[in-house]
C-alpha cells in the first residue's frame, strides 16, 4: 500500500509565477489536509479537503493561495505569483474515513522562489 | 485555543544515553496527542500515539505517556541510536471539538546521537 505521494519534491519558481503542489493520498484515504513548514518552525495547518470540498481553510492566506481535491485525480495546492517568503516545505497528510484522528504526511515539496 | 510548545533544541547526545524530550499542550476539549519524527529531507513519521489521559503510546523503543494533570506528553528513549538523529515533533488534534481536524504542532527538536 503505497503511502501519500507528493509531487514534485523539489519545485523552483521566480518571483511572480505560479506554483502548483500534487498529493495523492494514501488508497482509501478521502481527507487531505496542507501544512507549510517554514524554516526552523513546526508545520502550521492550512487547509482540510474532501473530494470536491473544502471542509476548514482558515490556515490558508486570503490571497493567492487556493486548493482543490476533485473527484478524479490528486489534490492541489496552487500558489499564484509567488513571492519570496512563500519559500518552505508544503506537506500534504491523509486520513481514512472514520480514523481522522491519525493523519499520513507526505514526503513534502521544498518550494524555493528565486 | 490549542497549542502544544516543545522543548527546544538542538539536542546533542552520546550514543546509549537516556533521552526526554518535553511537550506540554493547552487544549479546550480532550485531544489525541502524537509523537512524529522528520529523518533529513523526509516528511513526517507517524512515531506513537496517545488517546487518552494515562495512555502510553511506544515503538522503537520511544514511549511517551499523556498525563492530564501535568498537560505533558513528553517523549522518551532509555538508550538512544546514532540512527534516532531526526527532528521529534509533539502534536495535538481533537476531531471533537476541531471540525476541521487540524493537527497543532510543536516547533520540532532536533536529536543528533554522536557514536
Known amino acids: 500500500n503505497a503511502g501519500v505521494m507528493q509531487n514534485p519534491r523539489h519545485l523552483v519558481r521566480r518571483r511572480g509565477q505560479e506554483a502548483r503542489l500534487r498529493c495523492s493520498p494514501m488508497?482509501?484515504?478521502?481527507?487531505v489536509y496542507w501544512y507549510r513548514q517554514l524554516p526552523e518552525e513546526g508545520l502550521k495547518f492550512m487547509v482540510y479537503l474532501q473530494k470536491e470540498n473544502i471542509i476548514d481553510e482558515s490556515g490558508m492566506p486570503k490571497e493567492r493561495f487556493s486548493a482543490e481535491f476533485p473527484k478524479e485525480g490528486p489534490s492541489i495546492l496552487r500558489i499564484q505569483q509567488v513571492v519570496r517568503g512563500d519559500s518552505a516545505a508544503y506537506f500534504c497528510a491523509s486520513s481514512p474515513p472514520g480514523g481522522l484522528d491519525t493523519q499520513y504526511f507526505g514526503p513534502g515539496t521544498r518550494l524555493t522562489v528565486l | 485555543g490549542d497549542s502544544v510548545t516543545q522543548m527546544e533544541g538542538p539536542v546533542t547526545l552520546s550514543e546509549e544515553a537516556f533521552l526526554t524530550i518535553n511537550c506540554t499542550y493547552t487544549a479546550t476539549g480532550y485531544p489525541s496527542l502524537f509523537w512524529y519524527v522528520q529523518y533529513p529531507g523526509e516528511g513526517l513519521q507517524l512515531l506513537l500515539k496517545a488517546t487518552k489521559a494515562d495512555d502510553k503510546g511506544s515503538n522503537k523503543g520511544f514511549e511517551a505517556t499523556y498525563r492530564k494533570e501535568t498537560t505533558s506528553f513528553h517523549l522518551e528513549k532509555g538508550s538512544v541510536q546514532v540512527s534516532d538523529s531526526a527532528v521529534y515533533f509533539c502534536a495535538l488534534s481533537d476531531p471533537r471539538t476541531n471540525t476541521g481536524n487540524q493537527f497543532y504542532f510543536g516547533t520540532g527538536t532536533s536529536l543528533t546521537v554522536i557514536p
Open positions: 488508497k482509501g484515504h478521502s481527507h
